[in-house]
């Protein structure tokens, strides 16, 4: 039935000769996924604490996203944004019940770095300006755009010169910010957790700070949510924070592994905005749709915001209470975890991948656990095991 290749070496033979060599590869080849758990082709299986950077947030296979998305491939998988469409409709009216209040508007694109660069063009065309400011060690995707706003120069020297001026000030810090935002500023772009750079959390009043600031400047506020949306124990962080950005951008976990990205405007971005200025042939399509209604109902009707709020507190203090001479702390909110170490993460993200549990890292120093949302305690037990194992 299907065609695929069955043994190890051939496989890892075949993408070392014919993919370009960007990724540093984990030896593993993951095969199938099963609720909480992933398997390889050997027939191993792992306690999944990464869901591909936050985006399974169902889980694998999950029953009734299987069951969705099967039925709107039957139906009508593909179909430009030119033509309406009922599940585009019935996604935008679920997508009313969790935006924050003001973003009203909707723009749907195939990933995060696309929703970034929509953000972006929007921010400029909506002031007029052309700079925007953005946060050291930030990330926000690696399309030219969205490359220009991330901060690590790993990622940006190799492609300079960069579109445009950006400037990157320190994170949660509101006189550097304002020392920053001048009459030329179109955006100040934010992630409300920084992901990438180590889970870091910004204040809420740095968040109230930015939206002050940016609103008697003339500029906007574009809040990256595209790894903090949905697993942080509310649809999004900027309402923890009781903040209203102009731009919200998210897409990791929005449609559960289908490729999605998704731009919030308010009324005034979006009126700016000239019709037929932007656009993407895959964006909006039925079959994103359906996944992301699917995955949207499936947090709601499953109580998985409170249960990522009650998991992660739990994972938090479990993890600080192994008193580990190796941790030198604990951070995040809900599913969004950072352990820092003393020591580089590498290896103990290897002893975790031979113990059975695959995990991620977030700069250097950072172990990061973003698991699916449907753990259970079993899981939370099983991860706790594991970790009391590598770092004692
Ligand atoms: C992953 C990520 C992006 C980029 O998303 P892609 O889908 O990989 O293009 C942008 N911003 C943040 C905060 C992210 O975590």
Redesign the pocket.
């Known amino acids: 039935m299907t065609a695929t290749i069955s043994e190890l070496a051939a496989i890892q033979r075949i993408e070392q000769d014919y993919q370009l060599p960007l990724y540093a590869k984990r030896e593993i080849a993951l095969v199938r996924g099963e609720g909480a758990y992933l398997f390889d082709s050997e027939g191993r299986r792992y306690l999944d604490a990464m869901s591909n ?1 936050g985006v399974a947030v169902l889980g694998h296979a999950d029953p009734a996203f299987v069951a969705a998305v099967t039925d709107q491939l039957r139906t009508l998988s593909t179909g430009h944004q030119s033509f309406y469409s009922d599940v585009r409709a019935a996604l935008l009216q679920a997508l009313t019940e969790i935006a924050p209040p003001r973003l009203t508007r909707a723009f749907l694109a195939n ?3 696309e929703a ?1 660069e929509a953000a972006l063009k929007f921010a400029r065309v909506a002031t007029g300006r052309p700079k925007i400011v953005a946060a050291k060690r930030a ?3 690696r399309t030219l755009g ?1 490359l220009a706003a991330t901060a690590d120069p790993k990622y940006r020297a190799p492609f300079e010169p960069l579109p445009f001026g950006v400037t990157h000030v320190p994170f949660d810090d509101a006189n550097a910010l304002a020392a920053a935002v001048d009459e030329e500023t179109a955006a100040v772009i934010l ?1 409300p957790i920084q ?2 750079a180590g889970v870091y959390a910004a204040s809420d009043a740095y968040l109230r700070a930015v939206r002050d600031l940016t609103a008697q400047r003339g500029a906007l506020f574009i809040a ?1 949510e ?2 903090t949306a949905f697993r942080v124990g509310a649809p999004f962080a900027v309402g923890q924070a009781g903040v209203t950005p102009d731009i919200l951008c998210t ?2 976990a929005l449609a559960n592994g289908f490729p999605i990205g998704l731009t919030l405007v308010t009324e005034a971005v979006s009126a700016a905005v000239p019709a037929g200025s932007h656009g993407s042939t895959f964006g909006g399509n039925p079959l994103a749709c359906r996944a992301a209604l699917v995955t949207l109902t499936a947090l709601r009707e499953r109580d998985l915001y409170a249960r990522s709020a009650d998991l992660g507190a739990e994972i938090r203090e479990r993890v600080a209470g192994l008193g580990s001479p190796k941790v030198r702390q604990v951070r995040g909110r809900g599913l969004m975890i950072g352990i820092e170490l003393k020591e580089r993460v590498t290896p103990t993200l290897r002893a975790l991948q031979t113990r059975g549990v695959l995990a991620l890292p977030a700069g250097a120093l950072t172990l990061r656990l973003l698991p699916p949302l449907v753990w259970q305690r079993e899981q939370v037990d099983e991860l706790l095991a594991a970790l009391s194992d590598v770092l004692a």
């Open positions: 950077y990933s995060g770095a970034i990330y926000h995707g969205a992630e992901g990438e990256d595209v790894q897409a990791k």
